[in-house]
């Protein structure tokens, strides 16, 4: 089974985020995952910046 870190998205139309996750490469973007690695908001917050978070133990 090949493994790939990828993006799925949550969230609503103009408020979206998403969850990185590690996932069968051959499951859909939105599909069944095997592990939740972190998130990613790509809307900026109030200082401007973008919002990413890892769990760096769980990505080993």
Known sequence: MVMKIRLSRFGCKNKLFYRVMAANSRSPRDGKDLEVLGYY???SGQDGGKRMG???????
Request: charged letters at 30%.
């Open 41 to 43: 908001n790509p809307l």
């Open 54 to 60: 890892l769990n760096f133990e769980r990505v080993k």
